[in-house]
């Protein structure tokens, strides 16, 4: 992979070195061919969001949305979104990230002229890419099937899915960190998968949860970007909740951040 990256680079640069833009492109594509060979992944990225959230349409039929101000589309989608998170981009990035890692192949890149960030946001990309032309087939969907209309306040459900989807990057290199192969990528991002579901507002919207419950809840990692999302959609939130969820959202990408910075492993576990 890192001949690949190498020989795309020159190739395009000609004499001279390559820019970061044309390094990233590089290791994208290369990245691209990789993940596309491990059809387990790619299934899973692809069908649980487009799958799942519609398969609990019974469940979020008997909830009491209109006391919380929500219409049955908009918790949909918001659930479709935050399964994008998950599994589009964090699942199968902590796959990636381990894989590559105990190939070598990152140990192999850091010899390069890719940077450290570098090397994480290129193979992130093509996650990355999935998760954003998810998020916008999964839009246009429900708009279709759902009567869901535009987004009420349209600015803060894209803040709210580009937060998610970079906080998610974030949190799978911080968690392939502490995992040891490929085999058990899959357990140790069973425990942030399972909270956010429960707790972020992806399978049971925060307006319908005790106050001392949804209190607790708002300090999970992805809830400020789901909380963004719900509320661009349906237009209920105050400029305060605004301000609160963005500040939530930017910090979590903070902490995120440094955490891998300072834990993310190069070097193989093996």
Not at 47 to 71: H, I, Q, Y
Not at 83 to 112: C, I, M, W
Request: glycine residues 10%; hydrophobic residues 55%; positive net charge.
């Amino acid at each position: 992979m890192s001949g690949t990256v190498s020989t795309a680079t020159a190739t395009e640069s000609g004499s001279r070195g390559p820019t970061a833009l044309q390094r990233l492109t590089a290791l994208a594509r290369a990245e691209l061919a990789l993940l596309g060979r491990n059809r387990g992944v790619v299934l899973t990225a692809l069908l649980v969001p487009l799958t799942v959230p519609f398969s609990l349409r019974g469940a979020v039929d008997k909830m009491n949305l209109k006391e919380a101000g929500l219409t049955l589309g908009a918790v949909m989608l918001t659930a479709a979104l935050g399964f994008t998170f998950l599994f589009a981009v964090y699942a199968s990035l902590v796959n990636a990230y381990v894989a590559r890692r105990e190939e070598l192949v990152l140990k192999r890149l850091r010899t390069g002229e890719l940077s450290d960030a570098e090397i994480l946001t290129g193979t992130a990309l093509p996650a990355l890419g999935l998760g954003l032309a998810q998020a916008l087939l999964l839009w246009a969907g429900c708009a279709v099937l759902l009567h869901t209309g535009p987004p009420k306040a349209p600015y803060l459900t894209v803040l709210g899915i580009v937060t998610g989807l970079v906080l998610s990057a974030a949190l799978a290199a911080l968690t392939a960190s502490f995992t040891r192969s490929v085999e058990s990528a899959q357990v140790t991002a069973l425990p942030l998968v399972f909270v956010s579901m429960l707790g972020s507002g992806i399978m049971f919207p925060a307006g319908l949860m005790p106050d001392g419950l949804a209190r607790i809840c708002a300090f999970l990692p992805l809830s400020p970007a789901i909380r963004l999302v719900s509320g661009g959609l349906t237009g209920g939130m105050s400029a305060y909740e605004t301000l609160g969820a963005v500040a939530g959202a930017l910090a979590w990408v903070i902490v995120a951040v440094f955490a891998v910075r300072r834990w993310f492993r190069w070097e193989s576990r093996r």
